[in-house]
Each structure stands twice: as structure tokens, then as C-alpha cells.
């Protein structure tokens, strides 16, 4: 059995933007291109995003990953057809999202440098406990080169920084906005506790399948089993981070009551320390919740919230001011998705 449970996540589309469902390091990259007996490379035009072009060639790199899941998923050929539409249609839509995009950092002239592209691939080494050899061999893995990483960051952090010039430098919140917050939450700031939380989960793809969702489920359930014999999550956590499969453990820091969702309120709201939730689906994949430790709240003064309350209020706004400002792109923008 698991709960379906909602939890505070970005938005979908302005990651998909970012470029930030990457699979490992830079993404699975592969080519399906067709060749004439000359040789010569055979492309057509599958959408229109003002005066840039998204060729059949860029859509087959995304595309081929999930191409080769869905086959091995043993659907019928009506079904298998149905799923491939569905997921060619997402992709190309982000695509032309991201080629949007692409287009406002030309006009808004934003400059990525080298130094901070390598510097971001100096923290991804070091978030992921990596050598530049084995880096360099996990790249090899996925068919990657250094170069190509290099060119998927300078994407990202463009895109990224423009979300920072056309969104996020236009949001202001200021000190009355957090003391109108402040006034009308009172049972946030009035001393409630506040509780440590791990997780272990799956690493759900961008776009999960029903076999797969189904092999999710049951590597969690095996993990929920090992916990109620009797061992340690502490211990499960560190065997499945050194092991970099599928499954992922975190700490994931210590929250307000208050500020997690209803339902994992819900979950954990009874839970002593040592205690673990439930198998639960939520929006990142199955997860289980575990509770390191819990502090008796105190209550809190203006003062002390208000920095909290204004980066609350502004993370809000940016992705509804995103999506506004995404949407407003499209709808002056000369697109055609060519079938």
C-alpha cells in the first residue's frame, strides 16, 4: 500500500526550461540520423520558433531514450504508438520553450564565461563525490563528452540567469508584504515544532511508464520491509548513496511543521524520533519519510521571520510570474509544429 502525497516542488516547466532533467551528469545524448548512400545527412523541419528551426535530427536526440524504454515495455503496437505521440508532443513543446528562451538571452546579450562553467562542474564533481577520472567515465557511459557537459551547463546557466533579468529582478516584496504574511499566519510563527526529516526515494524519469512505476514500487516496498525487521535507516540511507542505483537517500534538513504539505503533516505529524512514514507517491516518485529529530517550537518575533517570510513570498511569485511571462513569449511568437 502507499499514500499519494503532495509535496512543495518547482515548476515542472520551468525546469524542463532550465534544461534541468538531465539524466546523471549531462544527459543521456544520442543521434538517429539517416544517411543516404552518398552519405549525405537527410533532415526535415518539425517546428517553426520565430526565425529558428527545431530539425528532426535535434527532436530524435530527445526522443531516443524514451523511444528505447517504451519498447521494452512490451505494449501493444496500438498502445506503443499512442505513448510515443504523447511524449513526442511534450518534448517538442519544451523544445520550443527552451529555443524561446534561447532567443531573449541573444537579445538580453547574457554571457556565461568559461571560468564559471568550469566552476559549476567543480561543484557537481564535489556534490557527487567524483574524481575527474570518474567523471570523465561516467560521461563515457552515457556516450558524453567533457566538451558536450561543458556546452549542457553553459546552456542551463544562460537560461538560468535569464529567468534572473526578465522574472526574478522584477519581483519585489517588500517589508509590508511579510507583515501582512506574518499577521495572518500566526500558527507559523507562535512556536510550533519543528522536525528533522531523511528520505529515501526513487529517481523517477522525466517521463515514468507504467512498468516502471510498477519496479519503483517494489524496490521501495523491499526497502520499508528491511525497516520493519528491524534495520537501521541510517544504514540503508548509506548503503543505497555508495551504491548510486536507482534509489537515493537524503537529508533533506529540518522544516516547521507548518510548512510542509497537509498530507505530509499527516504522515509524520505523529511520528516520534526513529520513526518512518509510510511507502508514499508523491510528485517526485515514491518516497519514505524518516524523522532524525524533532524540537519543541518557541515562539518567534517579526524581526527574526521577516528575511523568511520575503524569500517564501518571492520563490512564490517566480514561478507564477514565469509561467506568465513563458506564456506571454509563445503567444507573440511565430511557432509552427510541423506533423
Known amino acids: 500500500m502507499y499514500t499519494e502525497v503532495k509535496v512543495n516542488t518547482p515548476t515542472f516547466r520551468y525546469l524542463l526550461v532550465l534544461g534541468l532533467f538531465i539524466s546523471g551528469l549531462g544527459g543521456l545524448i544520442t543521434r538517429d540520423v539517416q544517411a543516404d548512400q552518398d552519405a549525405e545527412v537527410v533532415d526535415r523541419i518539425v517546428a517553426i520558433v520565430n526565425d529558428d528551426i527545431i530539425v528532426l535530427s535535434e527532436l530524435n536526440e530527445k526522443l531516443q531514450p524514451y523511444t528505447d524504454r517504451i519498447a521494452k515495455m512490451g505494449y501493444t503496437p496500438e498502445k506503443e504508438k499512442k505513448m510515443m505521440y504523447k511524449v513526442r508532443d511534450d518534448i517538442i513543446n519544451s523544445m520550443v520553450d527552451q529555443k524561446l528562451t534561447d532567443q531573449e538571452v541573444r537579445k538580453f546579450g547574457i554571457i556565461i564565461d568559461d571560468e564559471e562553467v568550469l566552476n559549476a562542474i567543480e561543484r557537481v564533481k564535489q556534490k557527487n563525490a567524483l574524481t575527474e577520472e570518474q567523471m570523465l567515465a561516467d560521461l563515457a557511459r552515457q556516450g558524453m563528452t567533457l566538451e558536450i557537459l561543458k556546452k549542457n551547463i553553459r546552456q542551463q546557466m544562460l537560461r538560468a540567469r535569464l529567468v ?120 517526485s516518485g515514491f518516497q519514505i519519510f524518516y524523522v532524525h529529530k524533532i524540537e519543541a517550537g518557541t515562539g518567534k518575533q517579526f524581526d527574526e521571520v521577516a528575511g523568511d517570510i520575503r524569500q517564501k513570498l518571492f520563490n512564490e511569485l517566480v514561478d507564477k510570474r514565469f509561467e506568465e511571462w513563458l506564456d506571454d513569449l509563445r503567444e507573440n511568437s511565430h511557432i509552427q509544429i510541423i506533423r
Do not use: C
Open 164 to 283: 534572473n533579468v526578465a522574472v526574478r529582478s522584477k519581483i519585489v516584496i517588500t517589508q509590508e508584504d511579510a507583515r501582512a504574511y506574518f499577521d495572518s499566519h500566526p500558527d507559523e510563527f507562535r512556536g510550533e515544532k519543528q522536525v528533522h526529516l531523511w528520505n529515501i526515494m526513487t529517481n523517477t524519469p522525466q517521463f515514468a511508464f507504467e512498468a516502471e512505476i510498477e519496479a519503483s514500487r517494489d524496490q521501495m516496498e523491499k526497502v520499508l520491509a528491511r525497516l520493519a525487521a528491524g534495520e537501521a535507516f541510517n544504514a540503508i540511507a548509506r548503503e543505497i548513496t555508495a551504491a548510486k542505483g536507482p534509489l537515493a537517500a537524503n537529508d533533506i534538513g529540518m522544516f516547521r511543521f507548518g510548512v510542509l504539505s497537509p498530507e505530509l503533516q499527516s504522515a509524520v505529524g505523529e511520528l516520534k524520533e526513529g520513526g518512518y512514514t509510510e511507502l508514499l507517491k508523491t510528485d
